[in-house]
């Protein structure tokens, strides 16, 4: 059972170029984020999507796109790379709860180091 | 904007004594979580803490809630190299905006020397 997988794990673009890191969860999860780690900002939440063929905007949105094509995949597109987008970035899947809007335990995947030079 | 905000940043402690982290959170929530993070690893759930609970165990883990205070702690006892890591609170804000997303604090990066 291998959770929550991310590709590619690291990856270094010159300014201007673009990218899609995707996601895969395997656990038949309804929710799925993504989340970029900076160095002394914590987690902050890009986009997000509460099911196959819907996505919103989280904290950070600007210079991302995303795709919620099929259930088991999230993908995040950066079109236009800039430096400001060096980051971490993590995918994270979680259940349908029972309560409506109550978000449960999330499950992440290990991470994708990205470069932009 | 970050919802939560743990205390104190940096923690480093000798293998055997207990590990206290806070947690402040600015507005109602539905629950409040605890997640670990090894260096170069992806996040860990490690306890879920509804808002009407007041207190949670999971082993060698002890998670308080006090909403009057938008609050939390998690207490590690008797604490092992293995633990040395960043522990995260995340918040699950209600209602409105919020619903469905965890907002994440900054972390406590904890040291654990054997």
């Known amino acids: 059972n291998a959770g929550v997988t991310q590709t590619p794990k690291f990856r270094v673009l010159k300014t201007g170029q673009s990218m899609t890191l995707l996601c895969a969860q395997d656990m038949n999860h309804e929710y799925m984020y993504w989340y970029r780690q900076d160095p002394g900002m914590g987690l902050r939440l890009i986009h997000y999507s509460v099911g196959e063929g819907t996505t919103a905007k989280g904290e950070v949105p600007d210079g991302y796109n995303v795709s919620r094509l099929k259930k088991q995949n999230f993908l995040l597109g950066l079109e236009s790379a800039a430096p400001s987008q060096t980051s971490v970035y993590f995918c994270a899947s979680s259940r349908r709860t029972l309560t409506s809007g109550f978000t449960g335990e999330l499950f992440f995947g290990e991470g994708s180091r990205l470069t932009v030079l | 904007s970050q919802q939560g905000e743990e205390d104190p940043q940096a923690l480093s402690i000798q293998e055997g004594e207990n590990a206290t982290m806070n947690c402040s959170y600015k507005t109602s929530i539905n629950n409040l979580q605890w997640y670990r993070q090894n260096s170069g690893r992806g996040l860990v759930h490690l306890i879920l803490i509804r808002s009407n609970e007041r207190e949670k165990h999971s082993g060698r883990l002890r998670v308080t809630l006090d909403t009057s205070k938008k609050s939390s702690s998690l207490l590690i006892t008797a604490s092992r190299a293995a633990d040395t890591a960043s522990y995260f609170c995340?918040?699950?804000?209600?209602?409105?905006?919020?619903?469905?997303?965890?907002?994440f604090g900054k972390g406590t990066k904890l040291s654990v020397i054997p």
């Open positions: 995340a918040t699950d804000a209600f209602p409105g905006a919020g619903s469905y997303q965890l907002t």
